[in-house]
């Protein structure tokens, strides 16, 4: 094994289940851990502080100087782009829907890339998105693909929207979850798809305890934990 403490990969649609049980399972391990999707979703709020629009004429030239200087940190839960707080803007719908649209750039996959590469080459890290097993480190020690039912994921995203206080329609949160499905599956660069090494985890029925259960079992005796 390459690292004294491996990189865990965790990739799947939304809804899956992942940022929720990457989340616990880096804290019981003691690693970090980094929510790509929060990463896009930062790019999509710089973007439209810039009125950048996703047909835009010059738009490699217009988002290339924005890319170039764009830090984004992670505090304990929080989130920083270029030293500002956007933790709560990011759970916006309007913003997790540009994200999904401006993943598709090449150039934003790319710096993305490079900054998420930075963060866990050297091991100890829970990174959970959906190229994370394929693109960004294939060479993983731990992969794992989460997914469930678009029924199943539409609910749980229903009831994140109405926990905080959005008035939303099931029917509606399922066909932007179907449609976001297909740009995320159909898109040109690093498409969701599972890595041929990774272990599915279907949590449709799986409660987070029970799936963080999994996640473990499969973790224990890949490596022996060095924490520092």
Do not use: W
């Not at 899956?16 to 851990?33: C, D, I, W």
């Not at 996703?54 to 170039?68: C, F, G, H, V, Y």
């Not at 934003?108 to 693109?135: K, S």
């Not at 989460?146 to 926990?163: G, I, K, N, Q, S």
């Amino acid at each position: 094994m390459k690292r004294a403490r491996p990189i865990i990969a965790i990739d799947g649609p939304a809804g899956s289940g992942k940022s929720t049980v990457a989340r616990r399972l880096a804290k019981e391990l003691g690693f970090t851990y980094l929510n790509t999707g929060a990463m896009y979703r930062a790019v999509a709020i710089a973007f439209t502080h810039a009125q950048i629009a996703q047909n835009d004429a010059n738009l490699e030239d217009r988002i290339a100087p924005i890319l170039k200087a764009m830090k984004i940190e992670f505090e304990g839960d929080k989130v920083l782009l270029n030293g500002r707080d956007v933790t709560s803007e990011i759970t916006r719908p309007d913003i997790s829907d540009l994200a999904s649209t401006f993943s598709t750039l090449m150039p934003v996959r790319a710096r993305m890339r490079e900054l998420q590469r930075g963060i866990g080459e050297q091991g100890g890290v829970v990174m959970e998105g959906r190229d994370i097993g394929t693109v960004v480190f294939p060479d993983a020690e731990c992969k794992f693909y989460f997914d469930a039912t678009p029924e199943v994921r539409a609910e749980r995203r229903y009831a994140e929207l109405t926990a905080k206080g959005a008035t939303v329609n099931r029917n509606e949160v399922l066909s932007e979850l179907i449609e976001r499905d297909r740009r995320d599956s159909q898109r040109a660069h690093a498409p969701l798809r599972r890595a041929d090494d990774a272990v599915i985890i279907d949590t449709s029925k799986l409660t987070i305890e029970q799936a963080l259960s999994a996640l473990k079992e499969r973790i224990q005796g890949v490596y022996v934990r060095n924490r520092p």
